[in-house]
């Protein structure tokens, strides 16, 4: 009951930040446009719906690190959290309750770039479903990944991190923009043993149903996920304690 309010609470501290939750949702789409407006004018198949709808799905996500970061770098250095601590709550149930609010979310966000994918021509069948269930351990992933920041740094330098950095990151690693084995190399190797690229390929892979190919991409996403969760709680318990030092 203790974790259920708490969540509650994060989704009433989530929804009041309306201009970042608008910039979270909105720019992805932004860029969606962009790119296909580019490729209606392109004689070449640059960007094709169905290949960088997932792709911008994930790069979409990569801002829900930034939502989770913020949230709780802000709580932790509230009188708020620090009397949270003395509660019966374990750190697992803190990380849960930032967790719950942000996973609703991160799917509306994958569910609103698909419907703007198909009023640009995605075909409209019974992937797009698998798509969005496959999607899930991404959200997961970036969530976790800001918790841990959260957990770990202030909020300026969770700003700096979960925004530029992060977002950078899993755009340019990813493959959302351009086929990585167009640069090949140590590029590629670094971007194979990242999630990102996982994620987009799982993503894609249900968008094509290329059911064969999901399970391997998406045990990387479910693999990094599941670390950084653990590690996110292990950091904020550790903090935890120096807090109340």
Known sequence: MKMSAFALRNTKEILRDKLNLAFGLGFPIIVLL??????????????????????????????????????????RTS???????????????????????????????????????????????????????????????????????????????VSGICGALLTNLAAWLSGTWFDLDLIGGTFKTIANLLPFYHAVEAGRAAMSGSFDMIIPHLLWVIGYGAAIMGFAVYAFAKKAKSDNK
């Open 79 to 157: 009188s708020f959290m620090l009397r949270l601590y003395i509660s019966p709550m374990k750190s697992s149930d803190f990380i849960l309750g930032y967790t719950l609010p942000l996973l609703p979310m991160a799917m509306m966000q994958i569910i609103i770039c698909i419907i703007v994918a198909m009023a640009l021509g995605l075909s409209i069948n019974t992937n797009i479903l698998l798509t969005i269930v496959v999607l899930i351990p991404t959200a997961i992933l970036f969530i976790a990944i800001g918790l841990l920041c959260g957990s770990i740094f202030n909020e300026k330098q």
């Open 34 to 75: 962009l790119l296909s407006a580019i490729q209606a004018n392109i004689p070449v198949e640059l960007f094709a719906i169905d290949h960088l709808t997932p792709g911008i799905c994930v790069f979409g996500l990569s801002f829900i690190s930034l939502f989770s970061g913020m949230l709780i770098a802000k709580d």
